[in-house]
């Protein structure tokens, strides 16, 4: 298993930006496929974004898609999730999580402690 580290959350205006960092220890991040997702007040933890090991492969929901982009940096063992055009309702605690399926099995294994994203109507 790898342990995770968010960083990068903060309160923003609505159609701002940020950029979320997730540092992962251990000598196999780039086995690993990894993903972001998010849990809002009163919701349930729901999926956001993932790459596989390479970065060849990235996949979005909808409600984020040619907002958000995921992407990786293997030499620093992070990613990151860039987010633009940043709506109310992306508001949210965000996680980072390591699936051991480098070409994504679904099974996220590990998960970092989260960061806040508070977007300001």
């Known amino acids: 298993q790898v342990q995770l580290v968010e960083s990068g959350g903060g309160l923003v205006q609505a159609g701002g930006s940020l950029r979320l960092s997730c540092a992962a220890s251990?000598?196999?991040?780039?086995?690993?496929?990894m993903g972001w997702f998010r849990q809002a007040p009163g919701k349930e933890r729901e999926f956001v974004a993932r790459?596989?090991?390479?970065?060849?492969?990235?996949y979005y929901i909808d409600s984020v898609k040619g907002r958000f982009t995921i992407s990786r940096d293997n030499a620093k063992n992070t990613v990151y999730l860039q987010m633009n055009s940043l709506k109310p309702e992306d508001t949210a605690v965000y996680y980072c999580?390591?699936?051991?399926?480098?070409?994504?099995?679904?099974?996220?294994?590990?998960w970092g402690q989260g960061t806040q994203v508070t977007v300001s109507s």
């Open positions: 999580a390591a699936d051991p399926d480098g070409l994504g099995s679904g099974f996220f294994s590990s």
């Open positions: 251990g000598r196999t991040f780039s086995m690993y496929t």
């Open positions: 790459i596989t090991w390479s970065g060849s492969s990235t």
